[in-house]
């Protein structure tokens, strides 16, 4: 059977969104596109597998659940139905990999799929994202991170960060038509040959940073990513890991962010630029932890996590080599 677009989402705690999600797919109206939908659950606690499976049954043929009996993250988790894709006599020439806690605002399948058909060298698009509570415009595309927007980001100091905005990692909110560094992996579509061209998501990643790795390397390819406004969703960020940057005072990050934070520059950068982009990071939330207290403000870097990132990060870049990500 003809398909056009594959779409994957990949859930963990988060049925009633993935519900709303697939949902959203379904009613976008008639396109001519062949559209079909793979739900993957990673071992989810409580009722997600039993609830996913009652939807089912309405969703019928055009949604395929896989109901995992392990958690293997974001990358992997999209790796499973990848490979299956792949490995058709016919696969789809695009998957469309849209997060849990997102849907569809318009057409944004639609949208990206002409985007792609109208620039052969373009691998991944990426729509514009709304916030799901607020409504308000969200950071969808970005740089790619180094050196300077890692200390900068940290020590959240206007003149500093002014001073590097050429590097700073997040573009705005509002932009227009644009090739970039990587986009959202909330809300993105790429050209499957490409993503089988690079061996698609790095395992080694369990969740953080695989999109940024995946699109660095389709970029050394000589693929384009690009981002583009007319496609429209909404996401609640942070609804699946509870990881959020706009606390007043952020919470501690899960291991695994610093797992998937090492491993992305030590494989990018190599692993003599990764010590010093690492150290750059340490300083940086050293000084701006210390600034919001001489203020007597709330800080804005995670809780604990200097002590998080010198176990986590410095100790395997310093001392043994380091191993692969994991929950």
Not at 132 to 156: C, D, K, N
Not at 208 to 223: A, F, I, N, P, T
Not at 307 to 319: K, M, N, T, Y
Request: hydrophobic residues 45%.
């Amino acid at each position: 059977m003809r398909c056009d677009v594959a779409v994957v989402i990949v859930n963990y705690r988060t049925a009633d969104m993935v519900i709303a999600a697939v949902d959203s797919v379904l009613g976008r109206g008639d396109d001519g596109l062949a559209v079909e939908v793979h739900v993957v659950d990673n071992a989810s606690p409580g009722d997600d597998a039993a609830a996913l499976r009652r939807a089912a049954e309405r969703w019928g043929p055009a949604v395929t659940l896989y109901l995992e009996t392990v958690n293997h993250g974001f990358g992997r988790g999209n790796n499973l139905v990848l490979r299956a894709l792949a490995a058709r006599a016919e696969p789809p020439p695009k998957v469309y990999l849209l997060n849990p806690d997102a849907r569809l605002v318009n057409n944004a399948i639609a949208e990206l799929s002409a985007f792609l058909d109208a620039h052969p060298r373009a691998a991944v698009a990426g729509s514009r994202i709304l916030d799901g509570t607020a409504g308000a415009p969200a950071v969808s595309a970005f740089r790619f991170p180094g050196l300077a927007s890692e200390f900068a980001g940290a020590l959240h100091f206007g003149p500093v960060s002014r001073l590097v905005a050429p590097w700073m990692v997040a573009l705005p909110p509002e932009l227009p038509e644009h090739r970039v560094d990587w986009v959202s992996g909330a809300s993105m579509m790429a050209r499957l040959d490409a993503l089988t061209e690079v061996g698609l998501f790095d395992p080694d990643f369990f969740l953080y940073y695989e999109e940024v790795d995946l699109m660095r390397r389709l970029s050394r390819q000589g693929w384009e990513v690009w981002h583009v406004p007319t496609a429209v969703v909404a996401h609640v960020g942070g609804a699946s890991t509870g990881v959020s940057s706009t606390r007043p005072e952020p919470p501690p990050l899960p291991s695994y962010w610093f797992d998937s934070w090492r491993l992305y520059f030590e494989k990018a950068y190599g692993r003599g630029r990764a010590r010093l982009i690492a150290l750059a990071r340490l300083a940086g939330t050293a000084l701006g932890d210390l600034q919001c207290r001489l203020r007597g403000k709330p800080l804005r870097n995670p809780r604990n996590f200097v002590a998080d990132f010198r176990r986590h990060v410095l100790a395997p870049l310093f001392g043994r080599k380091a191993a692969g990500a994991g929950p």
